[in-house]
């Protein structure tokens, strides 16, 4: 045996551990500087501005208004205050970046521009499909071999470059993100934020000082990352699926998209490592085909005209 190969394979497969761990609960972390959260200078910058689109250098309202809101916060004594009861769309989508930022503190964004772009525009066609088009939907493709994907609030989705090595076609690129868009839409890790940040506040801290303590938002973002990458309830990964299955076929996608590459995942064995977290934070994928089965039926058979895209599907080298 090559001494050498031996000795890669040991390193590779630390590698892929380290990071899993990573995703899994280090990004839960708070006490890392709220800077290094930062996705406006991460994953914005380099699928937008490095990339070149023409909505890179313009500010989404949304942008505008949470910038303004941080401009205003940092001429005060005090900053804004955060509603946990009822967060607004800004307060969401300036927690979500933080989340992302977080999240690419663990595994950064591929450096291969022209597959963010690709990305970006998919998942933008397939988000304006969905009931939240006006969110400033942001894409990336992070180093990690694992095979998953992540949403955060505000409309910020990521998906391993192992799971993205799986894909075969746009249609089943579509299907992915379609799922994490309907997280996001539905703001499944969002409310699991509010419920944990209420219940740990207690009905006698609900007071203005304690709800502008910055050191709760800042737990918040190592939860809100640690959600990101551990697991939802069931009923939400079912609606997931639904959801996001239903936004690709209006895009215009072939609608088994998404099954396709759930039944690709469901041949990988529980011992492969690339697998371990999405099975740990997921219902198996047979469970979950059965579930879109049962809910969609023969409603499919309808749509005959839907687009797979294998042929400007991009490849990476």
């Known amino acids: 045996m090559n001494p050498n190969s031996t000795l890669s394979n040991i390193m590779s497969t630390h590698k892929r551990r380290l990071i899993s761990t990573l995703l899994a609960s280090a990004l839960g972390l708070a006490s890392l500087q709220t800077a290094a959260f930062d996705i406006k200078g991460a994953l914005k910058d380099a699928v937008e501005k490095e990339i070149g689109q023409q909505t890179g250098n313009q500010a989404t309202p949304a942008d505008s208004n949470a910038d ?7 001429t005060t004594s005090e900053p804004a205050a955060f509603n946990w009861k009822n967060p607004s769309t800004t307060e969401e989508i300036s927690l979500g970046r933080e989340i992302a930022g977080n999240l690419l503190g663990a595994a950064p964004l591929v450096k291969d521009a022209a597959l963010q772009k690709y990305v970006n525009s998919v998942g933008r066609w397939v988000a304006s499909q969905s009931e939240r088009p006006e969110l400033p939907w942001r894409f990336g493709v992070i180093e990690s071999d694992d095979l998953n994907a992540f949403a955060a ?5 990521m998906l391993t470059k192992g799971l993205y090595k799986k894909l075969q076609n746009e249609a089943q690129l579509a299907g992915v993100l379609g799922h ?13 934020l509010q419920k944990q940040q209420l219940l740990s506040m207690g ?14 938002v800042s737990k918040a973002i190592g939860s809100g990352a640690e959600i990101s990458a551990r697991s939802l309830d069931k009923s939400a990964e079912y609606e997931a699926d639904r959801l996001g299955l239903s936004y690709a076929t209006r895009a215009g996608y072939d609608p088994y998209g998404l099954t396709d590459v759930l039944q690709t995942l469901g041949q990988s064995s529980s011992s492969d490592a690339s697998v371990a ?9 047979d469970e979950r ?11 499919l058979d309808k ?8 042929n400007r ?5």
């Open 68 to 74: 303004s809101a941080k401009s205003s916060s940092a």
């Open 277 to 285: 977290l999405l099975f740990k934070t997921h219902p198996h994928p």
């Open 303 to 310: 749509v005959t005209n839907g687009k797979t895209l294998e």
């Open 313 to 317: 599907f991009y490849l990476l080298p």
């Open 203 to 216: 009905a006698g801290l609900l007071s203005d000082k304690y709800a502008k303590d910055n050191a709760l």
């Open 289 to 299: 085909l059965t579930a879109l089965s049962e809910s969609v039926g023969t409603q």
């Open 153 to 157: 609030p505000g409309g910020y989705i």
């Open 180 to 192: 994490e868009i309907a997280h996001v839409v539905k703001k499944h890790q969002l409310k699991v």
